[in-house]
């Protein structure tokens, strides 16, 4: 029985799937505090320079550098104290500072006209209204020159970038408060199979029966991407119209859609049939593995994807094809994981044509480290996930890796 | 002037803070949706073997492996198909599956008895009842046997394990829908400095002002932590007794504080008056560059983190000293940033016991990765967080690092 046709390669699988995705997100404008990880959807501008002044980026006091020049332990040079400026003072409390004076100033505060270079309080000592420096300071030293980070009407965020930490207090020393980011991308989840019960329920008499937990998986790693708001739909047995009916107002509710089980080519797999019946494939099989019955299509004018009941063959799906997929289609570079170098201690198989993802341990060896593939190969091996550090990637024109190869380990779980 | 002691060194000042970081969080039972980033607070057993019995990989036929000896294209193997097996099925439902037998089995589904292989579709051709098998299959081929993946009993989730999507989907495979969790740990922040005006309100005339913006950052930092939940407390101007009674608050409601700006030594910094007065130093000034100035302190039985108000400071401090910290203090292991190793293309200097955080950007050039140090060093300059990819680590006891040399750079936005 011949029940798959060509089964796509990742890169020709992303290409036609990004075409696909056609998602648009309204923009909204949200309060700073709650924009961590969202989408910038506007270019945001400098409205004034930064630094908005020339100021002191130290303790200490501002002087002309050249009156400092020479200046040792053995020649101290003596500065007059005229004042002191504080953060929140303007530069013109102090008028110009004449040569033979100095201005006592704190990190922040705009610098008095006539000063060209802070002395750090380290550098000099102080009596009756004087300070005495012990080294020279060259001009401009321990000052922030006005515009020198960014200009007035320069984009300081582009659109498009996620926003980070870093990000949201950019925006906020321009004074803003808010910001246009595109609302989070809604995906809903649903998972298929009369086998599977929900945890915490108790099991039916007769039956064998699988807890539903894959959607742990799924709806958490996409929850992983801040940008992210999945919605779980619960189970639905191996039940046609029901599907229909879910699938329905999934696709009304939300940008995009996932089936978890039910994927494969069985008579029993009322999802491939769904996509035939109402919707079209863009995706149909793909070669990873393990997950190559992931697929996707377009079901009720929104994207489905189509994800295997086995936990690895799910992660392997999200983390190679979707979120990179939903990255790219959104114009975002999609994410990468921390890695190491390893040596690899076995050989791994590839079958040529298909992209692997091996998890594997690592272990430490002499100031070495080594690769070890998990023994159990499984695609529905909780453990080949929970007992690794991370994974290798065998690409498709491959036959394997030797052992003792290095290779990059991508990591999961902390080693 | 001399204002500072010896400054303590980032490992030494780690090890005091751990030893004076005493958290301690009620445990809680969450609900499994809402455990993903939260900390486990109690070893998790399996309940069942996983799989809870020998069980098909694929979707086929169940036959005995010895049946299929000498199986080919050229000399096909018939065996008589005797029933259908789903995942729901008892495996009661087929009899002994005999020599000559076969039996239609779904993935997930559990091995009729007598069985001990499965072969795929695609390796058969069915007609009359009957299947032909091309190939010979091993024993255990494409089965996975019961407590291969866990076995009831054994540990499936340790304690002080972050929750990722693979250990929530572990636990949910186990039956249950609730985990024993950590609550998230309290964090108070507040901001200090008299020059300080809150983004989105209006400038005091006559006055320098500076936007709080830091305080985003540090929030944010924290909050990408999944098990910290942080509250800002505002802007207090340079007022002790404000300042006291909002530290007296922030101490009663979270398990830790972070005060930001005024760490440093002029007279206009009371934080550190507070800490004199009626509480007592950990840490007073950290040999790294940017944030010397990162204290920490025990202040109404609490600890107290200071960081400076310059963001290239604050961002150094939670970096490489506070977020490391706080997982040390919790057993667990310090999160770690993806990275990628290139050659540095221009000097850095350090002073020698001082270690350095250098931004850089990374240029590809040839095939190769270089790494430029970022022009503008300042410790209040947002562009060398947003401009940048990366950073580079100069320890303690290097004067720097030549150009060409090897460095790694740990990211901190996408390449």
Same mark, same amino acid.
């Given at each position: 029985m011949r029940l798959w046709g060509r089964l796509l390669r990742l890169h020709e699988a992303i290409g036609r799937t990004i075409d696909n995705l056609r998602i648009s997100l309204e923009v909204v404008e949200e309060d700073l505090w709650r924009c961590r990880g969202l989408i910038?959807?506007?270019?945001?501008?400098?409205?004034?320079?930064m630094p908005p002044y020339d100021r002191s980026t130290v303790d200490g006091y501002a002087v002309r550098a050249e009156d400092t020049? +020479?200046?040792?332990?053995? $020649?101290?040079? #003596?500065?007059?104290?005229? *004042? %002191?400026?504080?953060?929140?003072? &303007?530069?013109?409390?102090?008028g110009t500072l004449g040569s033979g004076e100095a201005v006592e100033i704190? %990190?922040?505060?705009?610098?008095? #006209?006539?000063? $060209?270079?802070?002395?750090?309080?380290?550098?000099?000592s102080v009596s009756n209204g004087f300070i005495e420096v012990y080294r020279p300071v060259s001009p401009w030293e321990n000052v922030s020159k006005k515009g020198e980070d960014y200009r007035r009407g320069e984009v300081i965020v582009k659109r498009g970038t996620i926003l980070r930490p870093w990000h949201l207090a950019l925006i906020a020393?321009? +004074?803003?408060?808010?910001?246009?980011?595109?609302? #989070?991308?809604?995906?809903?989840?649903?998972?298929?199979?009369? &086998?599977?019960?929900?945890?915490?329920?108790?099991?039916?008499k007769g039956r064998a029966f699988t807890y539903a937990s894959t959607e742990y998986l799924v709806k958490a790693m996409l929850e992983e991407q801040g940008f992210i708001?999945?919605?779980y739909y619960g189970i639905v047995a191996d039940d046609y119209k029901t599907l229909e009916s879910i699938t329905e107002t999934m696709a009304k509710e939300n940008d995009l859609m996932i089936t978890i089980a039910g994927t494969s080519v069985s008579k029993i797999d009322i999802v491939p049939k769904l996509v035939e019946d109402i919707g079209k494939w863009i995706v149909r099989g793909l070669a990873i593995r393990p997950g190559r019955t992931t697929s996707m299509g377009i079901v009720y004018d929104k994207p489905?994807?189509?994800?295997?009941?086995?936990?690895v063959a799910a992660w392997a799906a999200l983390e190679s094809y979707i979120i990179p997929s939903i990255y790219m289609a959104l114009g975002l570079k999609p994410p990468s994981r921390p890695s190491v170098d390893a040596i690899l201690l076995r050989r791994v198989a590839n079958p040529v044509g298909f992209r692997s993802f091996v998890r594997v341990r690592i272990i430490r060896r002499d100031g070495e480290l080594y690769a070890e593939p998990y023994a159990l190969r499984g695609s529905n091996i909780y453990s080949s996930l929970v007992k690794t550090h991370g994974y290798i990637v065998i690409e498709e024109d491959r &036959? *394997?890796?030797?052992e003792g190869e290095r290779v990059r380990v991508y990591l999961h779980n902390p080693i």
């Amino acid at each position: 029985m011949r029940l798959w046709g060509r089964l796509l390669r990742l890169h020709e699988a992303i290409g036609r799937t990004i075409d696909n995705l056609r998602i648009s997100l309204e923009v909204v404008e949200e309060d700073l505090w709650r924009c961590r990880g969202l989408i910038v959807a506007e270019d945001v501008y400098a409205v004034n320079d930064m630094p908005p002044y020339d100021r002191s980026t130290v303790d200490g006091y501002a002087v002309r550098a050249e009156d400092t020049y +020479g200046a040792s332990p053995y $020649n101290p040079i #003596r500065l007059k104290i005229i *004042g %002191t400026i504080y953060p929140w003072d &303007e530069p013109s409390k102090i008028g110009t500072l004449g040569s033979g004076e100095a201005v006592e100033i704190h %990190t922040g505060a705009p610098m008095p #006209r006539g000063a $060209n270079a802070v002395i750090m309080y380290e550098d000099v000592s102080v009596s009756n209204g004087f300070i005495e420096v012990y080294r020279p300071v060259s001009p401009w030293e321990n000052v922030s020159k006005k515009g020198e980070d960014y200009r007035r009407g320069e984009v300081i965020v582009k659109r498009g970038t996620i926003l980070r930490p870093w990000h949201l207090a950019l925006i906020a020393s321009q +004074g803003m408060s808010k910001a246009k980011v595109y609302r #989070r991308l809604r995906i809903g989840i649903v998972s298929v199979g009369s &086998e599977l019960i929900k945890p915490g329920s108790a099991a039916g008499k007769g039956r064998a029966f699988t807890y539903a937990s894959t959607e742990y998986l799924v709806k958490a790693m996409l929850e992983e991407q801040g940008f992210i708001e999945a919605k779980y739909y619960g189970i639905v047995a191996d039940d046609y119209k029901t599907l229909e009916s879910i699938t329905e107002t999934m696709a009304k509710e939300n940008d995009l859609m996932i089936t978890i089980a039910g994927t494969s080519v069985s008579k029993i797999d009322i999802v491939p049939k769904l996509v035939e019946d109402i919707g079209k494939w863009i995706v149909r099989g793909l070669a990873i593995r393990p997950g190559r019955t992931t697929s996707m299509g377009i079901v009720y004018d929104k994207p489905l994807f189509l994800v295997s009941g086995n936990i690895v063959a799910a992660w392997a799906a999200l983390e190679s094809y979707i979120i990179p997929s939903i990255y790219m289609a959104l114009g975002l570079k999609p994410p990468s994981r921390p890695s190491v170098d390893a040596i690899l201690l076995r050989r791994v198989a590839n079958p040529v044509g298909f992209r692997s993802f091996v998890r594997v341990r690592i272990i430490r060896r002499d100031g070495e480290l080594y690769a070890e593939p998990y023994a159990l190969r499984g695609s529905n091996i909780y453990s080949s996930l929970v007992k690794t550090h991370g994974y290798i990637v065998i690409e498709e024109d491959r &036959e *394997g890796i030797e052992e003792g190869e290095r290779v990059r380990v991508y990591l999961h779980n902390p080693i």
